[in-house]
């Protein structure tokens, strides 16, 4: 069974920064793409981050970059998002998420397991 378990949400001031984690078991880490997803209320789904499997290639949202760096532990099955001078429209639920393959094309559906998201909150 797999699992994807984000930890280290919460509330923080505009400015601030947060280190996101995600947890995965019951898979083969090393074999999958590991992306990071938000969504705010009312919103769609916007793609974060990505990082290839071996960490070599990473992608960033254009909204994000220069901000937010992914990273990624293949011995601890970890991937972590360090998010840095955020603001209040980085509010949104994050989730990690797993692709067997390296999407092309960025789209929530290439990736197969997801995790139940932790919420991030920017105040102003």
């Known amino acids: 069974q797999v699992q994807l378990v984000e930890s280290g949400g919460g509330l923080v001031q505009a400015g601030g920064s947060l280190r996101l984690s995600c947890a995965a078991s019951?898979?083969?880490?090393?074999?999958?793409?590991m992306g990071w997803f938000r969504q705010a209320p009312g919103k769609e789904r916007e793609f974060v981050a990505d990082?290839?499997?071996?960490?070599?290639?990473?992608r960033h949202g254009d909204s994000v970059k220069g901000r937010f760096t992914i990273s990624r532990d293949n011995a601890k099955n970890t991937v972590s998002l360090q998010m840095n001078n955020l603001k209040p429209e980085d509010t949104a639920v994050y989730s990690c998420?797993?692709?067997?393959?390296?999407?092309?094309?960025?789209?929530?559906?290439?990736?197969?397991?997801w995790g139940q998201g932790t919420q991030v909150t920017v105040s102003s």
């Open positions: 990082i290839s499997r071996n960490g070599g290639t990473i």
């Open positions: 019951g898979l083969a880490f090393s074999s999958y793409t």
């Open positions: 998420a797993a692709s067997a393959v390296w999407p092309g094309v960025i789209e929530a559906r290439q990736f197969e397991y």
